[in-house]
T-cell receptor
Framework: EDQVTQSPEALRLQEGESSSLNCSYT??????LFWYRQDPGKGPEFLFT???AGEEKEKERLKATLTKKESFLHITAPKPEDSATYLC?????????????FGSGTRLSIRP | KAGVTQTPRYLIKTRGQQVTLSCSPI?????VSWYQQTPGQGLQFLFE???????NKGNFPGRFSGRQFSNSRSEMNVSTLELGDSALYLC???????????FGEGSRLTVL
């Protein structure tokens, strides 16, 4: 069965303290792995798509990497405005949105 | 380029009433999907529409329904509201066949 597990559930960091969020996945025939950022009470904001093992994407203080079993979202020198819930999702061979599986998210809090 | 627009942003209803939520996708996106998000259940898939046709429906009772118009705008309706329907309802649009979902800010429904 396809599934996505994110860890940790919550992470509190000091401003400037780098860390990584993990997304472990099981899917038959990965079509794409996606990272989203969600602020409280708002819809998720698309960040990255990764398609194959070894691929990396960067955006400001965020870098996403992908292996055959997991993805990491590395946060370098975070700022308080990086506080949010980060969601990981995977899509298998079926292009339907109904087949996109979301993880439960990591709630990231950055203290000034 | 305008993002996904959802209306209304907030609404309060009482048990037994019905509600209609609206979603305008990003221009050029013909695929629209709906999700329910609650703290305990995370993102739950409701429906997916493409070219006015429902492609898939999630595991929700028949009280939840939707439709898509020729201009790709979509609506979802919940009849006979229950307390458990209180949630953030999110609409997402995408290019057909692509996994990147672009979410609106959501409609926060509170059922009293």
């Amino acid at each position: 069965e396809d599934q996505v597990t994110q860890s940790p559930e919550a992470l509190r960091l000091q401003e400037g303290e780098s860390s990584s969020l993990n997304c472990s996945y099981t899917v038959s025939g990965l079509r794409g792995l996606f990272w989203y950022r969600q602020d409280p009470g708002k819809g998720p904001e698309f960040l990255f798509t990764l398609y194959s093992a070894g691929e990396e994407k960067e955006k400001e203080r965020l870098k996403a990497t992908l292996t055959k079993k997991e993805s990491f979202l590395h946060i370098t020198a975070p700022k308080p405005e990086d506080s949010a819930t980060y969601l990981c999702a995977v899509q298998g061979p079926d292009s339907s949105a109904s087949k996109i599986i979301f993880g439960s998210g990591t709630r990231l809090s950055i203290r000034p | 380029k305008a993002g996904v627009t959802q209306t209304p942003r907030y609404l309060i209803k009482t048990r037994g009433q019905q509600v209609t939520l609206s979603c305008s996708p990003i221009s050029g996106h013909r695929s629209v999907s709906w999700y329910q998000q609650t703290p305990g259940q995370g993102l739950q898939f409701l429906f997916e529409y493409f070219s006015e046709t429902q492609r898939n429906k999630g595991n929700f009772p028949g009280r939840f329904s939707g439709r898509q118009f020729s201009n790709s705008r979509s609506e979802m309706n919940v009849s006979t509201l229950e307390l458990g329907d209180s949630a953030l309802y999110l609409c997402a649009s995408s290019f057909a066949g692509r996994g990147e979902l672009f979410f609106g800010e959501g409609s926060r429904l509170t059922v009293l």
